[in-house]
């Protein structure tokens, strides 16, 4: 066995920033347990961060607050198209993977970023793990689903969050054998972000203000996301969001943190964001992961068209409405706390009226809280 794992992680966007920060904590507890049991090699982490997301607020703040080790490569691509982003990343990361040459690379989730890593390291003969493997949505619009399909072929380890995860990389006949001698390996180690919701949630108990800086009473406001291309780029769909929420907004206050491309859209459909202060809707800046985790713990719905919003409700037992015709999260649509509501603005406001007041228990869909452990433990064997 040799002494040192090299692993490279590549990430770029919100949240990948949140699902690495677990990960990377528990290589440090692996590391630090070497003296005192021989469990195995060191492993040595190098963050290429890829520049995807790179406003403050989107980036930095996620390194500070959950205390991610400081990338080691920053390739500064973002802000382009998909196909020149992922193709640069491609280009910028294989430099870095063949100075680094790394025993695993670690991809997360589903953006540019993740295919780009995949991508590169695959063609470099060098084995990728995929977090957040085998999630569908079934809708090939969506950018993310093309990275996830083609991430996945190109893996050696899948770790699937849930059993649907699994059984949809069943469906597509995995596991492939990628070579003579290796097959892929799927594990079900459970979510890496409910690993963060519990460990964060105590510190953003004791550091964040956000409650009292906007001056928000627990259960009486909603929180709602809104950031999807195939929300953002269709005016129309934008539009009839924003008319629920602004309708909803009349009941009970609505919060709504921004994605710079959200502000973008709206403020060239000149709505109402332009003139926030006769929005019934509260607009605020992207917030940080503490101020999130608050926000949504004491939201008494969340309006989201999230991936991970949708499972942070969902842990700290939010109700959700979610504003997409599909999820990949269906465990949470047949538990009867999140409906799909599409873009319509009266099944929007219909779906919030349906849950304003459920309330239920989280329970296991997501794993132990225990997932960034497991995934270290099969990386060192
Ligand atoms: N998030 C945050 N601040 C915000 C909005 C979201 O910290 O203002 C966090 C949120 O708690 C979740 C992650 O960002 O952990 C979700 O990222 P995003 O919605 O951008 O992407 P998706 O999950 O849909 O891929």
Same mark, same amino acid.
Do not use: E, T
């Given at each position: 066995m040799p002494d040192t794992i090299k692993i490279s992680t590549i990430i770029g966007a919100r949240p990948q920033f949140i699902k690495a920060a677990t990960v990377s904590r528990a290589i440090s507890v692996h590391n630090a347990a070497i003296p005192r049991s021989v469990s195995g090699p060191l492993l040595h982490e190098t963050i290429i961060h890829t520049g995807q997301h790179f406003d403050a607020n989107m980036s930095e703040v996620f390194f500070r607050e959950l205390e991610i080790?400081?990338?080691?490569?920053?390739? =500064?691509?973002?802000?382009?198209?998909h196909g020149r982003n992922t193709g640069r990343m491609i280009e910028a990361i294989e430099d870095v993977l063949l100075k680094e040459t790394p025993d695993w690379v670690l991809v997360y989730g589903d953006t540019d970023s993740t295919l780009a890593g995949a991508l590169a390291a695959a063609k470099l003969h060098i084995p990728v793990a995929h977090v957040e493997?085998?999630?569908?949505?079934?809708?090939?619009?969506?950018p993310e689903e093309i990275n996830r399909i083609l991430t996945d072929q190109l893996s050696t380890i899948l770790f699937c969050p849930t059993r649907t995860a699994e059984a949809n990389l069943a469906k597509e006949g995995?596991?492939?054998?990628?070579?003579?001698d290796t097959v892929q390996q799927i594990c079900n180690? =459970?979510?890496v972000m409910y690993d963060a919701a519990l460990f964060y949630a105590v510190k953003a108990e004791k550091h964040s203000r956000i409650m009292q800086t906007l001056g928000l009473t627990p259960k009486g406001f909603v929180l709602a996301t809104i950031h999807r291309a195939e929300n953002t780029d269709y005016p129309e769909r934008l539009a009839a969001i924003m008319a629920a929420l602004e309708q909803i907004a009349k009941e009970i206050p609505v919060v709504l943190p921004l994605h710079p491309r959200t502000r973008k859209c709206l403020e060239n459909m000149g709505g109402a964001c332009n003139d926030p202060q006769n929005s019934p809707v509260r607009f605020v800046d992207p917030v940080g992961y503490l101020d999130m985790v608050m926000l949504e713990k004491n939201a008494r719905v969340i309006i989201t068209d999230s991936g991970g919003v949708q499972k942070e409700a969902y842990f700290h037992g939010v109700p959700c409405v979610t504003v997409r015709e599909e999820t990949e999260w269906v465990e949470l649509v047949e538990a009867g706390v999140?409906?799909?509501?599409?873009?319509d603005t009266q099944h929007v406001v219909q779906a919030f009226q349906q849950l304003i007041n459920k309330f239920f228990v989280t329970d296991m869909l997501y794993g132990n809280g225990n997932s960034a452990e497991k995934i270290v433990d099969i990386l060192n064997t």
């Open positions: 080790p400081a990338p080691d490569y920053n390739l =500064g691509i973002g802000g382009g198209s493997a085998g999630l569908r949505s079934y809708n090939r619009a969506m995995f596991p492939h054998r990628l070579s003579s180690v =459970g979510d999140n409906v799909l509501a599409g873009s």
